[in-house]
Each structure stands twice: as structure tokens, then as C-alpha cells.
């Protein structure tokens, strides 16, 4: 027997008669990260990150990382924090959002500390899923639907509880934007049914929080037009304007198609096309010119780009991600380069058969709360898409979208209207002021108040005035205080273990005559290229459940907003068709290259 073995089984024989459990997970404890020597050492949370297998498939795993801050700030929630895209990081949430550092936008090598980091309230936890998708690793298992993400979440989360078990008691939180709002209604539901199981592990749900989120495809898309229009993006004086509206009434007949069973309707895609084409200033022909940034309309971006440049610290954040201590640091076993948004996931990822996460809310709504929450800056998953899919949505009890009874709140930060709430049963929606796709990268120390909204919510405190104020302090107290006592209690069992751990080291090198080997690490000799996010999505389906049903009966309701804003722009009651007839697609550029939205 080797002296190794004979150590790890003295020491589980230790820890056994103590009853101390071993700490596997200290095997992807955070070491050496780069960049943070700036960083006041009290700012500096635990971290554990690392890649894990699915045991179901060779060769493939999904990347976490967790930051814990329990020693100066105790908390029993965590929050789980999911990216889009399909195919893009949460290490954008990491490293761009809701994460405790930021790349320094001097130098890429070092970190600078978010104040507005949701560490403040919660631990976290970022995990690069679908399979393939930023540090995610795999050779050719790659998820096509989202049925098959979320076994492959739940197959994650059986291995991750096992290292981390404390976090089973924990308050979860799942939270995540843009297509997580198609994964957090899809895992919510897969985790809540794995817990009912027997022999199914614990997890305990609190809610979920939805960021700027593609969530029913078929009515937001539906909202392009009416947004550009209502916000003075485009008027009647543009010279594709015809094009623009007879492609919205094009993606109207496609959702009341009863034979078109796609999942994201090819034609809703291009309206956007057309609108970045409609609305590109260039100088001449030549010039390529800008056009709106899609994820901000506050913003330009070069065309055909239109946003997948943003934001605007990603290089910094991709050069980071990319340091060969960083990989290091991270405890990348299956070495892979750091891009945003992976191509090839994304071109793979086209449910056929899952129906769309819109159709899973109202049973989750039965079990958990849920906040969707807009930045009112965006145009791709924008905030009037947003409302007239909760129009439609049964919040409970067969009511669709909020009753007349429902109160808005306007919601205050430090003293100014940072947005308005409304909440009815078990469902929550968020209008953030001033705030793009990426409601934290805008507004961190203000998107920390959506946990305390949502902490609030499940504790059942009223607000009065019609005013709701964050931040909100001692939220939780009396559940996330550190018991001293079992703290105390511990000391001399971890003592004990010490030593005895420091008596095999010595014993082992006594005997082996060398040190344990270093970790070593294998350079990335992937391309350097860039990959860029698309801003619309072509997936298809043959399980749509709300295809032509939902619109068919009475679709002049569904261009009620649209018709309103013609009227004003003097085209009166005419048709879509009477504007322009039939749309050369093919001179409407692709927006980006490669990648959907984040």
C-alpha cells in the first residue's frame, strides 16, 4: 500500500472517529488569483472554481465558480447565475455583472473590486453551461435541447452538492438574462422535480430572477417595430420604414401559421435585420457606417455589428480570462480558451422538441416566486415585449397577466426613481430606468436591490405609499447570524485534524523522498480569433405549444399598440401589405457573424 493511500485512509479514519466531514471541495479552493493585490484583503472572498464531469457523457463537464463571503458577511442564500446566448459564459456575470471584481480598465491584468457586487447579500455561483460554452469542455456530446440542458444541470448540481453539501440547506436563488429566460424555468423545473424523487438530492429554491429574458419568442418579437417607433429610433420619413413594417406583418402570419411549428419564427428574426439596415448612418456607399446598438439604443456600434462589440470592457475581461495563471488559478483541468460566446454551441443548440419556457411559468408560479426585470435601454428582449407576454401569462388561478387591482410602486435608490415594481400572487416585474440588456453592468449598486425586492416579496412585507426603497439593510438577520458557539465547538477537532495531517506529510516525505508534484498546465494553442454574439436567434421546433392558437382568434388585438402609433405617424388604418411589397432579403446584411444574444 502506498504511503499516499495509507495517508488519505489515516486521515478519513481521523476524521471519521471525530466526525468531521471531509472536505473534498477544498480540492477546487481559488489559490493565487491574479490581479487582486490591489484589492483590500477584506474584500477578498473565498473561491472555489473548477471544471466537473458528467458522468453520463466522456470527456465533457461544465465549469463553475463560487464566491463565498460567509466569514465577514454571513448569509444563508446563494445565488446560482446563468448567461445566455445559447452558447455565451456567465462568466459575463462573473466578471461584467453581479461578480465581486471587474477587470481594471487600465490594465487587464489586474482586478478593481465591484461595489455593486450581489456578494454583498448572497453567495454565488456561476456555471458555464451548455456543454461547450466557455470553460464547459467537451469533445462532441453538445446539448441541442433544453431538455437535455437541464438533465445535464441536474447530473452538474448531484456532483457539485456533493462537494459543497452545506449549500443543500441554502436559500437558492436562480438568476440569470437574455435565453436564461429560457434555462431558468427549464432548471428550476427539472431541480424542483429531482427533489421530489426518492433518492433525489436537496435543494431548496427560494425564486428565480429573470433579467431582460427571451422567454416566449412569438409575442416578443412582435414588440420591435412598436418599441423602435414609441422611442423614436425610426419614423415615417425613413426610407425603408415600408420594408420594416411589411416584415412585421410578415413575422405576425408566421406565429399564425398553424403549419410553422419553429421555435423562433425565421421571419421575426429579420425585423431586426431590417431595422439596423433601415436605421445605419454612413457617410457613402462605402462607408459601412454605425447603426444602434441593440442591447442599448443609447449607443452606436459599427455595422453590421449593431451591439456585439459591447460591452465595452469585454476585451479586457476576454484578455483576463486568458492568462495563463488565471486558467491556473481556476483549476482548469481540460485546458480551453476563454471566449464570450462559443459558435458552435450556439449553431447546435435548436430545440425541436422542447416546448418554450412561457409554457413551464404558470406551474412554477404555483411553487415559486418568480421577478422578471427589464433594463428600459434594450431592443433585442426589451420591456414592451416583456409586458405583452405577462398579458398573456397565467399568473394563477387562470388570471392572465396582473389584475386592475394591482398596485406599481415606484422603486427608489439612494433618493431617485431607479424604476417601478408591480407584484401580484407569485409574480414580480421589474421596469429598470436607464439600464441596457445588462441591468448590473449599467447599474451594479442599483441591481442589487432586485435581491432585496425579492427577499421582501417571499417574506411577505407589504409596501406603503406606493414607494419601495433599497438598499434594505439586516435583511434575513435573525437567519444568517454565525452561531459562535459551533464555531467555538470545532476549534479543537480541527486542531487535532492538523496535526495529524502535518504528522503524514512528514512521514511521507520521509519515506518518498519528494515533495507532491506541482500542477502542471498545458498552453492553449486555440485560435486567438474573436468570436461575436448574433442578435437574433434561428432555432426551430416541431413541439411549439403556442404556435397559432394564441393569436389566431383575434390578431387585430395583437396590432392594437402598433396600429395606435401609426395612426400618429399618419398612415391610419392601412394595411401592412399596402406599405411595400415583397422584401429581397438578400441584401439585408447579417447584424453579426457568428453568436446569439447573451
Not at 397559432?548 to 401589405?577: H, Q, V
Request: glycine content about 8%; aromatic content about 10%; hydrophobic content about 35%.
Amino acid at each position: 500500500m502506498s504511503l499516499t493511500l495509507a495517508g488519505l485512509l489515516l486521515f478519513s479514519l481521523i476524521a471519521a472517529v471525530l466526525g468531521i466531514p471531509i472536505d473534498e471541495g477544498s480540492q477546487y479552493l481559488v489559490k493565487g488569483l491574479p490581479g487582486i493585490s490591489n484589492i483590500p484583503e477584506s474584500l477578498i472572498p473565498t473561491m472555489h472554481a473548477g471544471q466537473l464531469d458528467l458522468s453520463s457523457e466522456n470527456n465533457t463537464g461544465l465549469f463553475f465558480w463560487r464566491f463565498s463571503k460567509e466569514e465577514t458577511a454571513p448569509t444563508d442564500s446563494l445565488v446560482i447565475w446563468l448567461n445566455g446566448g445559447p452558447g455565451c459564459s456567465s462568466m459575463d456575470g462573473a466578471m461584467m455583472e453581479i461578480g465581486p471584481f471587474r477587470p481594471d480598465s487600465k490594465d487587464s491584468s489586474k482586478l478593481a473590486y465591484n461595489n455593486g457586487t450581489w456578494l454583498d447579500s448572497a453567495d454565488l455561483l456561476f456555471i458555464d453551461q451548455p456543454i461547450g460554452t466557455g470553460f464547459a469542455y467537451t469533445e462532441v456530446n453538445f446539448d441541442t435541447e433544453l431538455t437535455e440542458a437541464s438533465q445535464h444541470i441536474v447530473e452538474f448540481l448531484k456532483e457539485y452538492l456533493r462537494l459543497f453539501p452545506g449549500d443543500a440547506t441554502r436559500k437558492v436563488w436562480i438568476a440569470g438574462e437574455s435565453y436564461a429566460g429560457q434555462y431558468i424555468p427549464y432548471f428550476a423545473d427539472a431541480i424542483l422535480k429531482e427533489v421530489k424523487k426518492d433518492g433525489g438530492f436537496k435543494m431548496n429554491i427560494q425564486g428565480l430572477l429573470i433579467g431582460n429574458g427571451w422567454i416566449e419568442p412569438d409575442i416578443q418579437s412582435l414588440s420591435y417595430v412598436p418599441f423602435a417607433m414609441q422611442h423614436n429610433l425610426i419614423d415615417s420619413t425613413n426610407p425603408l420604414m415600408a420594408r420594416l413594417l411589411s416584415q412585421h406583418e410578415r413575422c405576425q402570419n408566421a406565429i399564425n401559421d398553424p403549419q410553422n411549428d419553429e421555435f423562433e419564427k425565421t421571419q421575426c428574426d429579420k425585423v431586426l435585420d431590417v431595422f439596423t439596415r433601415a436605421t445605419r448612418v454612413a457617410k457613402n456607399q462605402q462607408d459601412r457606417g454605425t447603426c444602434y446598438n441593440v442591447y442599448d439604443y443609447r449607443k452606436q456600434d459599427s455595422y453590421p455589428a449593431c451591439g456585439s462589440n459591447w460591452p465595452e470592457i469585454l476585451p479586457s475581461t476576454q484578455n483576463y480570462l486568458n492568462l495563463e495563471q488565471v486558467h491556473k488559478s481556476l483549476n482548469l483541468k481540460h485546458e480551453k480558451e476563454w471566449t464570450e460566446c462559443n459558435n458552435r454551441v450556439s449553431s447546435l443548440f435548436s430545440p425541436k422538441k422542447s416546448a418554450k419556457a412561457f409554457d413551464l411559468l404558470p406551474n412554477l408560479l404555483t411553487e415559486v416566486p418568480v421577478m422578471l426585470f427589464n433594463g428600459d435601454k434594450d431592443i433585442i428582449c426589451n420591456y414592451m415585449g416583456t409586458e405583452m407576454m405577462i398579458e398573456k401569462l397565467d399568473i394563477g388561478g387562470g388570471q392572465m397577466g396582473f389584475s386592475n387591482e394591482s398596485e406599481t410602486w415606484d422603486w427608489t435608490y439612494s433618493g431617485n426613481s431607479v424604476g417601478s415594481v408591480r407584484n401580484e400572487m407569485n409574480l414580480t416585474y421589474v421596469r429598470v430606468y436607464n439600464s441596457s440588456h445588462m441591468v448590473p453592468y449599467d447599474l451594479p449598486e442599483v441591481s442589487l436591490g432586485l435581491l432585496d425586492i425579492m427577499y421582501q416579496v417571499v417574506a411577505g412585507n407589504s409596501y406603503h405609499e406606493g414607494v419601495i426603497v433599497t438598499p434594505v439593510h439586516g435583511v434575513d438577520i435573525e437567519n444568517t447570524a454565525v452561531e459562535s458557539s459551533a464555531t467555538s465547538h470545532t476549534l479543537l477537532e480541527v486542531g487535532i485534524v492538523i496535526f495529524a495531517i502535518a504528522d503524514i506529510y512528514f512521514i511521507y516525505i520521509y519515506f518518498a523522498g519528494q515533495r507532491p508534484p506541482k500542477s502542471s498546465l498545458i498552453k492553449s494553442t486555440g485560435s486567438k480569433k474573436t468570436k461575436k454574439k448574433r442578435v437574433h436567434w434561428s432555432d426551430g421546433s416541431e413541439e411549439s405549444t403556442r404556435s397559432s392558437e394564441d393569436f389566431a382568434d383575434k390578431p387585430d388585438e395583437n396590432r392594437s399598440m402598433l396600429s395606435s402609433i401609426l395612426t400618429r405617424l399618419g398612415y391610419g388604418e392601412r394595411r401592412y401589405e399596402d406599405l411595400d411589397g415583397d422584401i429581397e432579403m438578400g441584401d439585408i446584411e447579417e447584424m453579426v457573424s457568428d453568436e446569439d444574444v447573451k
